[in-house]
């Protein structure tokens, strides 16, 4: 036993130490570890396959059908890898350039001329160069808060408001903090997930539900219901969007204002369309937010206070206290989304249409959500009614 030890022993150290990485990988994967420490875990991870991957070769060292297995990883795993790199190159170029802005409310606001289209809820993954080599190799998901330009011959930007945290997003924050509007390079990966043009032009009735830096996530889906609700059926739409209904849940009262003011400013944009009877906005103060607005509670019956925002409430500008162009309320305290979902699956039954939920929030947020959205699925299956609720949700941590 001993003489098979030490004439073998290249190949048991080799596997001690595969194994001891190979565990490390697994284990420090957990969502807690990343969350905590995501550039550590990155640096970590990527060294840690390196070690992984020589000690594992060096250990297998041919033996029976092994390479086998690494020529089928490679074989599923470079593709993946490459294809990115290679859409960006060739479709995206390497020139591309990105402006960096700090808004009021404190988000990273991303800049980017486009030269292709995209649809709510998609994302990119972006690589900036001008923070060393790490970062350039390094993909960043972040969601797409702007529609593609409705002219032709206009100039589309992708624009991303993020709020950030730590490791690179504080740094890409302190950057333009430090260098309002300055230009970086970008290498731009996508886009990809959303929602499908078909599923949006099918829906007659949206409810819209997010929380947080959700905010900005909101833009596009509020910015194509203008668009569509304004768009004649001559001009390629089979039928126009019935209702929107936004669902905002914030205890940060600089994102309240922002919020506002941007959405203000959408429906200012397009004045020419009368939309206030299809557009309702509903502002959940809390925390912060709830302490500093004098605001009704929700123990209003939230189809109570839908029904009331029908006589044309405006949201008042919370600056200067007039009212905005922003058909809703402002309420204190969490909203009942159970409820709001129940109710917009009645009004979307009642008049024969299809319902849509979009949701970007907290872990929370999003089961209560789905949680809601199974149930009234259950409740059509159960009545052998038609139709179905469409949910879409997206990665809070991406917004």
Not at 45 to 60: D, L, N, P, R, Y
Not at 150 to 173: A, C, D, M, P, W
Not at 275 to 282: A, D, G, M, N
Not at 312 to 330: D, F, L, R
Request: with cysteine.
């Amino acid at each position: 036993m001993q003489s098979h030890f030490s004439e073998s022993l290249l190949f048991y150290w080799t596997g001690i130490v595969a194994i001891t990485f190979q565990a490390w990988l697994t284990f420090m994967s957990h969502a807690t570890i990343r969350t905590l420490g995501y550039e550590f875990f990155k640096v970590t991870h990527f060294a840690s396959v390196i070690v992984f991957m020589i000690t594992f070769f060096w250990h297998c060292d041919y033996t029976l059908t092994s390479w086998h297995y690494f020529v089928a990883t490679a074989a599923v795993y470079v593709p993946c890898f490459v294809y990115p790199w290679l859409r960006t190159i060739f479709e995206y170029r390497w020139t591309q350039k990105a402006h960096i802005y700090v808004e009021d409310n404190g988000f990273t606001r991303i800049t980017i001329p486009a030269k292709f289209d995209w649809t709510p809820g998609q994302h990119c993954f972006l690589r900036f160069t001008s923070f060393g080599i790490l970062h350039a190799v390094s993909s960043h998901p972040f969601t797409i808060c702007s529609s593609p330009s409705g002219n032709k011959n206009g100039q589309s930007e992708l624009v991303f408001y993020i709020r950030h945290q730590g490791g690179f997003t504080r740094k890409l924050y302190q950057h333009a903090l430090n260098h309002p509007g300055v230009s970086l390079s970008v290498l731009v990966d996508g886009p990809y997930g959303g929602v499908t043009p078909a599923r949006l032009e099918s829906t007659d009735h949206h409810l819209l539900i997010a929380g947080g830096s959700g905010a900005g996530w909101c833009l596009p889906f509020i910015e194509h219901f203008i668009y569509s609700a304004g768009t004649s059926s001559d001009e390629g739409r089979t039928s126009n969007p019935v209702s929107l209904r936004v669902i905002l849940a914030t205890r940060d009262t600089s994102s309240r204002i922002w919020f506002e003011r941007t959405v203000d400013q959408l429906l200012t944009r397009c004045s020419t369309k009368n939309l206030s009877s299809h557009i309702q906005v509903q502002v959940y103060l809390t925390g912060e937010a709830a302490e500093k607005a004098e605001l009704p509670t929700t123990t209003v019956d939230p189809i109570d206070a839908l029904e009331s925002e029908t006589t044309q409430h405006k949201i008042m500008h919370p600056e200067i206290g007039v009212a905005t162009s922003v058909p809703g309320s402002e309420f204190e305290g969490r909203p009942q989304l159970s409820l709001m979902v129940r109710e917009e699956v009645a009004r979307a039954a009642e008049a024969r249409g299809s319902l849509g939920v979009y949701v970007c929030g907290p872990v929370t947020m999003q089961n209560d959500v789905r949680n809601a959205v199974a149930e009234e699925n259950l409740n059509i299956i159960r009545s052998a009614r038609s139709g179905g609720v469409y949910l879409h949700s997206e990665y809070f941590s991406w917004a």
